[in-house]
């Protein structure tokens, strides 16, 4: 059948199980949203107020659904709005399909109006990405990208479709969605090396990261670890993949991980890796973690192996498939004086904080998870609010935290939301953000109140940019350095402009029923926390610093 390049796009996102898609309409883009027009009874479009937020919405679909997020953009500052987006996809494996527009074939290289080498610029942070200059291409080129986006390590993929190739004719075949490329298998040697090391070692560790998440293989770590007797511990892209109250869980290590984990990393003879690539926020300094440890890698991205920390054995393959084969294979073991030592630093307390009369964001944060289901989803931003997230939500279950870990996207948060809400629409969506990321990207709020989605939106509102002050506090001498920006927003205010329900918690008897008057009212609720400027993320490692130079306290 003869089909116009709009009509073949929007069959093949079909073809590929897209029901939703975020965006923003343009002149290059005309002829796509007249074709999403004819089928918005079978694709739903969402209208953000930004394609930034297009893309952290596409984004947050893909992370909390595990399917490959859409979104679409026009050409030239539309397509150039997605970047960060992309970016911040591309370094957390997150797998996406951008769609730019881009003038018709003839005016490329002409600095055209609004035209720009989107595909340059994304070359860096895509997995590949496509300029289709002929329809006939255009629908083997969506196909291609879905299963690029979606085979081995996830990842953002671009296609840059000129606007005479949306008009233009061709016939069209329907074609079923190809599977992903399997990941081969590690080579037997290099399994029973992994297995020797097991077998020798006296106090092992798992390290994890999003790689868990990804692949879907918290069951065969949590069955591996209990069969081997191995304590646990994950970088913040791995939260949810492991239960937070199972014996062996140790939690988050790197700068601002548990005194637990950061002291089994420098004490451990063996380190097992799971989907985590050692980031400077984790091994802080790289001569100094793990510094007697034999290092496993697994990874399904041969790139990671001694890009930061050299390993030992190397196992590529499937994370879920590795485990799963290790976790048969490894006979039971029982390591109870480790376990029993690591156990023990676990439990032991930081400093009370005393934080005035201000609420106390650790408060706040245990009443929120006390209200919400444990299928709950809990987006954030990057900061100060990120990190007590990370160290005090205990996140049970895989796809709950939406956070950007490797490229620390500030207004991330809100559209992300938007995502995960959207694509689980039965879900309890909770973004924690801080004032400084919010102001980034609150346009969004808009979005929000116009779909009616649910999502209760706390701001931990410090009125300082909390995380950068913080360093300026310890590494700086109290040079507050434009840290103190003096905003003079009324978030309440604000949330009701755009139609959205406000409300204040500002003493600590208002966070009980302040948020459990929010989780109940039904539409878009923002939160304005006005917590202590002098709260502060503890415990810390400095950049480049080993646990030994841990801080449990500040000045």
Known sequence: MRKNGSDILVECLLEQGTDTVFGYPGGAVLNIYDALYQYSDRIRHVLTAHEQGAAHAADGYARATGRVGVCIATSGPGATNLVTGIATAYMDSVPMVAVTGNVSVPLLGRDSFQEVDITGITMPVTKHNFIVKRVEELADTVRKAFVIARSGRPGPVLIDIPKDVTAAECEYEPCP??????????????????????????KPLIYFGGGVISSGAG??????????????????????????????????????????????????????????????????????????????????????????IPA???????????????ARRAPQAERTAWVEETAARRREAL?????????????????????????????????????????????????????????????????????????????RVVLVTGDGSFHMNLNELTTLASYDLP?????????????????????????????DPHRKTDFVRL???????????????EIDPVLE????????????????????????IPPGGTVEELMEELD
């Open 351 to 427: 400093p009370a904080r005393g934080m005035e009369e201000a609420p106390d964001p650790l408060a706040i944060l245990q009443t929120l998870h006390r209200l919400l289901p444990q299928d709950a989803v809990v987006a954030t931003d990057v900061g100060q609010h990120q990190m007590w997230v990370a160290q005090h939500f205990p996140f049970r279950r895989p796809r709950t935290l939406l956070t950007s870990g490797g490229l620390g996207t500030m207004g991330y948060g809100l559209g992300a939301a938007i995502g995960a809400q959207t694509g689980c629409p039965d879900k």
């Open 455 to 483: 999502v209760v939106v706390l701001v931990m509102n410090n009125q300082v940019l909390g995380m950068v002050r913080q360093w300026q506090k310890v590494f700086y001498g109290r040079r507050f350095s434009s840290t």
């Open 177 to 202: 969605a190809a599977p992903s490329r399997p990941a081969a298998p590690p080579k037997e040697e290099r399994v029973l090396m992994a297995l020797d090391q097991l077998a020798f070692s006296k």
């Open 517 to 540: 008057a929010a989780l109940k009212a039904g539409g878009p609720v923002l939160v304005d926390c006005r917590i202590s400027p002098d709260a502060n993320v503890l415990p810390m």
């Open 219 to 308: 069951a065969a770590l949590l069955a591996l670890a209990e069969k081997q007797d191995i304590p646990v511990c994950a970088s913040m892209m791995g939260l949810g993949g492991f239960p937070p109250e199972h014996r062996l869980w140790l939690g988050m290590v790197g700068m601002h991980g548990t005194l637990a984990a950061n002291r089994a990393a420098r004490d451990c003879d063996l380190l097992l890796v799971c989907g985590a690539r050692f980031s400077d926020r984790v091994a802080c300094s790289r001569d100094g973690f793990a510094p007697g440890a034999q290092v496993i890698h697994i990874d399904i991205d041969h790139a990671e192996f001694d890009k930061n």
């Open 312 to 326: 030992a054995v190397r196992l590529a393959g499937d994370l879920r498939e590795v485990l799963e084969l290790l």
């Open 495 to 509: 949330a009701e402009a755009f139609g959205c329900t406000g409300m204040r918690i500002s003493r600590a008897a």
